[in-house]
């Protein structure tokens, strides 16, 4: 992947810009021709599919919380930078495999244009719901990963995009496979 640089978003409108970053590289990577995936392996629209799935998922989570009364004290900026850091050294490394929980398997997945169509409305599902909350409020709130543990919304967020990009870096291995 080309060289991308990311600093941790402070801000509501620094996570939309991390996710809004990763997002085009997406729509640019569909845009390419790709190889049979080896037997096993997610063809870039499966791929697409479980991103889609993923976010889908991910917002009506981070939703649910948020409309929920219970809060907790929100997270610190030292906790929520060191969550960031795990989260971007682990996600994108390509040697370590999670496999994705059944409801966010990619069975029958649509066509591409389809798929394009899916992305834009999950993105556009969860810009909506994040507007009008504040940065303290997605911190207050926590939920399960199965790999990290209780993830704030704010890393919730992070996730969302660093999850993507691991999976652009799948879809470019289809590419020379």
Known sequence: MESLTFSF????EALRAEAATVRELLFVELQNEYLPPPEGR???IET?????LTEKSVTRGIQKFLDAPERH????EEEL???WHTMIKVLPNRSLSFPAPERLTPLNPPSLPEIIELLHSSRA??????DGHSYQELASISFPHPIFGALTGVSWMTMIAHHELRHID???ELKSA
Do not use: D, N
């Not at 697409?48 to 889609?52: L, M, S, V």
């Not at 599902?125 to 994040?130: G, V």
């Open 81 to 83: 930078r060191a969550m």
């Open 125 to 130: 599902y969860l810009l909506q719901m994040i």
């Open 42 to 44: 997610w063809s870039h």
């Open 73 to 76: 004290e929100p997270k610190s």
């Open 9 to 12: 978003p402070p801000t509501v």
């Open 170 to 172: 799948q879809m470019r």
């Open 48 to 52: 697409a599919y479980h991103i889609h």
